[in-house]
């Protein structure tokens, strides 16, 4: 079956560390988004990518950094200079002509 | 500035109520999906709107695109606690297709 995963599923950092999650679809998907979610906010995007080789910051992207070397891999890395990343990170992905969003299952990522 | 207001953002309701939640957009909007996201879960697409005063239902739920295209409203009756999670509008935002703008949601609790 296709779809998006996101590893870990629960991830615990020391502060000042830098973490890179996961996100891998097998969906043949163009565009693969990066958001953040918080109790009481939604969703935030971090960064977007309509393309490979290719990706634009999103309303939050301080702190964050993406590469997407591959179509089916979208990694993103918390920096140490995100002040609060702890919070809820979902990888979603949309084809062509077709917006609809399919989410990962997320990784809970908690800074101590 | 958000663009998609959702309100309310709680709502605790007996089985066997009514249920709605509604999202105003400050812009008229091409369309508006709606995402289910279940406790501990990722947010999962249910439906999109695209014509001006569309009405879709699905079983128990019924949404509804307003004749300006700024408004929508999803509507559950006699609610069961199947129905329990937090409930997302998303319309698209600026001229890059495939980025949308979610609502802060709103969290449906139901009591047995």
């Known amino acids: 079956d296709g779809g998006i995963t996101q590893s870990p599923k629960y991830l615990f950092r020391k502060e000042g560390q830098n973490v890179t999650l996961s996100c891998e679809q097998n969906l043949n998907h163009d565009a693969m988004y990066w958001y953040r979610q918080d109790p009481g906010q939604g969703l935030r995007l971090i960064y977007y990518?309509?393309?490979?080789?290719?990706?634009q910051k999103g309303d939050i992207a301080e702190g964050y950094s993406v590469s997407r070397e591959k179509k089916e891999s979208f990694p993103l890395t918390v920096t140490s200079a995100q002040k609060n990343p702890t919070a809820f990170y979902l990888c979603?992905?949309?084809?062509?002509?077709?917006?609809?969003?399919?989410f990962g299952s997320g990784t809970r990522l908690t800074v101590v | 500035g958000q663009q998609v207001m959702q309100i309310p953002q709680y709502q605790h309701v007996q089985e066997g109520e009514d249920f709605t939640t509604y999202c105003n957009s400050s812009?008229?909007?091409?369309?508006i999906q709606w995402y289910k996201q279940r406790p501990g879960g990722h947010p999962v697409f249910l439906i999109q709107?695209?014509?001006?005063?569309e009405v879709k239902k699905q079983k128990r739920l019924t949404f509804q695109f307003g004749e300006a295209k700024k408004n929508s409203s999803l509507h559950i009756t006699a609610t069961q606690t199947t129905d329990v999670g937090t409930y997302f509008c998303?319309?698209?935002?600026?001229?890059?297709?495939?980025?949308?703008?979610f609502g802060r949601g709103t969290q449906l609790t139901v009591w047995p």
């Open positions: 812009t008229t909007l091409s369309n």
């Open positions: 990518s309509q393309i490979v080789n290719d990706f």
């Open positions: 998303a319309g698209p935002r600026g001229s890059t297709l495939g980025r949308l703008y």
């Open positions: 709107l695209v014509k001006s005063g």
């Open positions: 979603a992905s949309t084809g062509s002509g077709n917006y609809r969003y399919t």
